[in-house]
């Protein structure tokens, strides 16, 4: 079985601090995900990476930045949360090529006070 | 990039009925379209996926269709069940990479 592991499952960060969502997958995926999934909104793509040290943004980019070291991690930072932040995070993964499923990690509530 | 609408956002069905959810996309260069799954408190799970070479596909209680010319597409759960109540979301993408999602239908099926 695919296995997208996120760190941490509920966060509780300050305001003004720099916070780090960790995803990790064992499948040796190329494509990497981070959404943020808010109510009524549906999941938002923030980041998508194809391979190792590439990124691209996607439809919310503000406030965040990624990185991606190694091929099977892939990080969210929040470079200064704000309480706008206060979401839930899902990472996926995916082969990618040519019409591939995405496997979804089990989400990090963050909130920020 | 990809622009994804979801209708309905809620859908409230009796067990036994039908239920059908529709999504439209703006970039006429996708060519992948998923239907995932997210139970409460769960991951959105993969239900079904169409490609865009081709029109309608089949799983059990579950279908979906593509329109390519309009840029819709739909999917299709029959004999709906309890344990069918969830949220279901469509995406679009162009060979998987970016992936766009819609906003969200919560389907309730009422015993």
């Known amino acids: 079985d695919v296995k997208v592991t996120q760190s941490s499952r509920y966060l509780v960060k300050r305001t003004g601090e720099k916070v780090f969502l960790e995803c990790v997958q064992d499948?040796?995926?190329?494509?990497m995900f981070w959404y943020r999934q808010d109510p009524g909104l549906g999941l938002r793509l923030i980041y998508f990476?194809?391979?190792?040290?590439?990124?691209e943004k996607g439809d919310i980019p503000e406030g965040y930045s990624v990185s991606r070291e190694k091929k099977e991690r892939f990080s969210l930072i929040l470079e200064s949360a704000s309480t706008n932040q206060t979401s839930m995070y899902l990472c996926?993964?995916?082969?990618?090529?040519?019409?591939?499923?995405?496997?979804f990690g089990q989400g990090t509530r963050l909130t920020v006070v | 990039g990809e622009n994804v609408e979801q209708h309905p956002s809620t859908l409230s069905v009796q067990e036994g009925d039908s239920a059908v959810i529709k999504c439209t996309y703006s970039?006429?260069?996708?060519?992948?379209f998923p239907w995932y799954k997210q139970e409460l408190g769960k991951r959105p799970q993969l239900i079904i996926d169409?490609?865009?070479?081709?029109g309608e596909k089949k799983d059990q209680r579950i279908a979906v269709t593509l329109n390519k010319t309009a840029k819709h597409f739909s999917l299709h759960i029959t004999e709906t069940q309890p344990e069918d109540s969830a949220v279901y979301f469509c995406?679009?993408?162009?060979?998987?990479?970016?992936?766009?999602f819609g906003a969200g239908t919560r389907l309730t099926v009422k015993p």
């Open positions: 169409i490609r865009s070479n081709v």
């Open positions: 995406a679009a993408s162009c060979f998987g990479n970016d992936m766009r």
């Open positions: 990476s194809y391979d190792v040290k590439m990124k």
């Open positions: 499948m040796d995926h190329e494509n």
């Open positions: 996926a993964s995916s082969t990618g090529g040519a019409n591939t499923e995405a496997f």
């Open positions: 970039d006429s260069a996708s060519n992948y």
